[in-house]
């Protein structure tokens, strides 16, 4: 498959992919689904929504990319998912403040699909840069684990700041309530 219809094929399946991760911890409570799924609806929670569905999707990708473009995968995949999880975040959190902390879902998903876009944009490129990115492929493949194992960390020890907290049920992270 070519680059073009890659961008277009993975944008709308991570998308659709983030619907149903949206909702595994609450199908399947449990230490290992914690890990990886949001367990509360904090922003946080859903930047490692992004994480989850974008690796799961770099898995199914790798074997649908043509060979030609798997030299810097790995590096393209994590520099794909920082850039949309900086994107969400960076355009997400101004609007929910600014909204009142009432979001409209609409709205949102828009917000979501558009920081998607702009990973995937970042993926394009890098994918289809010509020279390997040895040593940014190896510093990848390191940071993988220890990105998911901060995510597992700070769902269950997380930072009392906004990011973290859940305004709809009023706590952080999985057992910390605010009162």
């Not at 390997?132 to 220890?146: A, Q, V």
Request: charged share 15%; glycine share 4%.
């Amino acid at each position: 498959m070519n680059l073009k219809k890659n961008f277009i094929l993975s944008s709308i399946c991570i998308f659709l992919l983030s619907f149903l991760s949206h909702f595994v911890y609450d199908f399947f409570p449990n230490t290992l689904t914690s890990i990886f799924f949001p367990v509360n609806e904090s922003i946080f929670e859903h930047t490692k929504m992004i994480f989850t569905t974008m690796m799961i999707w770099g898995i199914i990708d790798y074997f649908i990319v043509k060979e030609k473009y798997r030299k810097n995968f790995i590096t393209s995949l994590l520099f794909s998912i920082i850039i949309t999880i900086l994107s969400l975040v960076i355009i997400f959190t101004p609007y929910f403040y600014l909204s009142g902390k009432k979001e409209i879902m609409f709205i949102t998903l828009i917000i979501y699909f558009i920081s998607i876009l702009i990973g995937q944009i970042i993926n394009y490129f890098l994918l289809k840069r010509r020279e390997e990115l040895k040593l940014l492929n190896y510093i990848s493949i390191i940071l993988i684990p220890i990105i998911f194992t901060i995510y597992g960390i700070l769902t269950y020890y997380p930072i009392k700041s906004g990011l973290w907290y859940d305004y709809e049920h009023n706590k952080y992270g999985i057992n910390y309530f605010e009162n």
